[in-house]
């Protein structure tokens, strides 16, 4: 066995995801996890602190790339529109040829109240850090905080129907519907009319 | 010293925010809260099962009276402006009573990430609570989960005016304003002109 391994974080995370799902996020062992990757604790502990860093390795790579690919934008979009299309963009280069992976790891954290606030603390953070790149390019506060807010609303609506089994269309692709969604929402006129009395 | 306290909860609030926030969430214990609130450990334990709890007891209350206020309200409303209504109407009967109150809490909250994270897991769950009610009112589930989602950012912009020391509107007076906001970062057109290039 070469001692060199390129794929070992993408190894150990598919066979955490695989325990993760079959068995339970917290019945699961690192030795478990390394013996189904082919791999020693060691390499494990090279890459992660603990198992639950497994699940988030990806968050900080990807607030970086969402924040480089808004600042990198066309700076005439309106914010919230710049914000979609660099969602989309990140969403392409990491997500689509991992759907599996990232559908996995969608359903294990949903599974699990301690690591769903882990989530929402990852998102939040990155709410503001876009909301503070929009600052940057000249928005008010307020409105950079509303327009990053209301984008990561459409990302996440898009992101429900993304992970569904029976979904073809790729993230990029299911945001533009998203946004439209949300725009209709947040318009006077309600989306659905009202339920006869 | 009378058995009965009626107020022994909002003392032990009290006590526990201003040592939170004096010395820090971690560094304080149960012993010196009931020792500022002039109370028992015993009456401490009566009420929460520990520290942290005193910041989330009315989080569920919280829940229940705007699930209440939406399903009372006015169903021809369109829905994001049935949420924001139903906000108002319970942040009147819970907060502003209490503003100095709630204001110390959310600093303490903002000052510690477990406590953020576990806040933000309650604000998720309200939010889904809401979106439940919209559906049951006649919106299709993504509408319900876009407006309650985005009713929880309007509140968030609203709430962190509310706690600014120099603000003295009600939260109520400070949601439509936010909710004005939201709608025209959602809106296609800019609220900012673009910078000179």
Redesign the interface.
Known sequence: MPRWKPDAVERLQTAALELFDEQGFERTTVAEIVQRAGLTQRTFFNHFADKREVLFVLSSQLQQEIISEIAAGD??L????AVVRALGAVADRMFEHQRAVVTRRYAVVAAN?EL???E??K??ALTEAIAAVLHA????P??A???A??AM??Q??AF?KWTRPDETRTLRDLLPE?LH????????????P??PA
Chains 1, 2 share one sequence.
């Open positions: 700076d005439t309106p914010p919230l529109d109240p769903q606030e882990r929402l603390g998102n939040a390019r000249g928005c008010d307020e409105t905080f509303l327009a807010g209301a609303l459409a996440q609506a429900r998203a969604s949300l725009r209709a929402s947040v318009d006077r006129q309600p989306v659905d009202p339920l």
